[in-house]
């Protein structure tokens, strides 16, 4: 299985903060990276797919980046809907193994 | 429109056997390129993905999980049934269905298909407790 890694594991942030979330994968993947955004009790929301491409209906200051083994996540001024927990996933080969996710706290 | 809606028990004792059904609407699973998978959470913990069935009825499972889930579909009735046998207290967790979609990208001379989740269900809450 291809072992995807979150960092940082939590942070704390002010609305208008720039948050950069990174996750690493085992080997490398490509582009074949997705980011998912999840509030207490809903069910995962796709933010990110292929690494960079913005999910129609996301806003526009979310942006993902990377390719091969290191990618980012950015949120470019957070917003108070943004507090929750993000997760990397690869679906480069199945399983398609998640991150073990960022919660992203008031600070 | 999309949806999807997971259903099942929401207690079962340990080692009796756990049967998820996802229906969905708004898309075909006989439709090339369409899949539906399975996820789950622990409470307070990540995501794990379970097994996922494409519309070919190829299907693909966690190695970790394999020989105790089985997933299939029935095209005519919009449904994807999972299967988990001997549960156990681990296997607590809210389980979810999803929507696989792929964008396909071709640059130069190579063509290439990333594949996602983009539409979840709610989720259904399954505890193993005897």
């Known amino acids: 299985d291809i072992q995807m890694t979150q960092s940082p594991s939590s942070l704390s942030a002010s609305v208008g903060d720039r948050v950069t979330i990174t996750c690493r994968a085992s080997?490398?993947?490509?582009?074949?990276l997705n980011w998912y955004q999840q509030k207490p009790g809903k069910a995962p929301k796709l933010l990110i797919y292929a690494a960079s491409s913005l999910q129609s209906g996301v806003p526009s200051r979310f942006s993902g980046s990377g390719s091969g083994t290191d990618f980012t996540l950015t949120i470019s001024s957070l917003q108070p809907e943004d507090f929750a927990s993000y997760y990397c996933q690869q679906s480069y080969s199945t399983p398609w193994t998640f991150g073990q996710g960022t919660k992203v706290e008031i600070k | 429109q999309i949806t999807l809606k997971e259903s099942g028990p929401t207690l079962v004792k340990p080692t009796q056997t756990l049967t998820l059904t996802c229906t969905f609407s708004g898309f075909s699973l006989s439709t090339s390129g369409v899949g539906v998978g399975w996820i789950r959470q622990p409470p307070g913990k990540a995501l794990e993905w379970l097994a996922l069935?494409?519309?070919?009825?190829?299907?693909r499972y966690s190695p970790s999980l394999k020989s105790r889930l089985t997933i299939t579909k029935d095209t005519s009735k919009n449904q994807v049934v999972l299967t988990i046998t001997n549960m156990d207290p681990v296997d607590t967790a809210t389980y979810y269905c999803a929507h696989r979609r792929a964008q396909g990208y071709c640059s130069a001379d190579t063509c290439y298909s990333f594949p996602y989740f983009d539409y979840w269900g709610q989720g259904t809450l399954v505890t193993v407790s005897s």
């Open positions: 080997q490398s993947i490509s582009r074949y």
């Open positions: 069935i494409y519309w070919d009825d190829d299907k």
